[in-house]
C-alpha cells in the first residue's frame, strides 16, 4: 500500500533530511512543485522510462513537502531527519508494515 509523509523542516535554524532506511521514494514533492514523480522518466514524460526515485527530502528551516514509497515487504523501517543529534532528542520513528 502506498504512503503518504508530509514533512515540515520546522526550524528555527538547522535542516533537515527525511529518510526512510530501507525505503525509495518514488514521488518527491518540495516547495509546490514535483522533483519526483511516480511513472514519469527524469527527464519528462516524453523520456520514457519507469521514472526515478529519492532516498531523502532535504528541506530548510521553514520548508516543507511530501514524499510517497510502497514497502517492498513486512518488516519495520526506521526514518530519521539525518540530524543525528536531533535524532537523539527525538526526531526520529518507526514505520511498520504488515502484510
Not at 526515485?53 to 510517497?68: I, K, R, S, T
Amino acid at each position: 500500500e502506498r504512503v503518504r509523509f508530509w514533512v515540515l523542516a520546522a526550524g528555527p535554524n538547522r535542516p533537515s533530511s527525511f529518510h526512510v532506511v530501507g525505503g525509495q521514494f518514488d514521488t518527491l514533492y518540495f516547495e509546490g512543485a514535483y522533483q519526483v514523480r511516480r511513472g514519469v522518466s527524469p527527464g519528462g514524460p516524453s523520456a520514457g522510462g519507469a521514472g526515478g526515485g529519492a532516498q531523502v527530502l532535504g528541506l530548510h528551516p521553514a520548508q516543507g513537502g511530501f514524499v510517497e514509497m510502497v514497502a517492498v515487504e513486512a518488516g519495520t523501517y526506521p526514518f530519521v531527519s539525518h540530524l543525528m543529534v536531533d535524532a537523539e532528542r527525538g526526531a526520529h520513528g518507526l514505520l511498520t508494515v504488515t502484510g
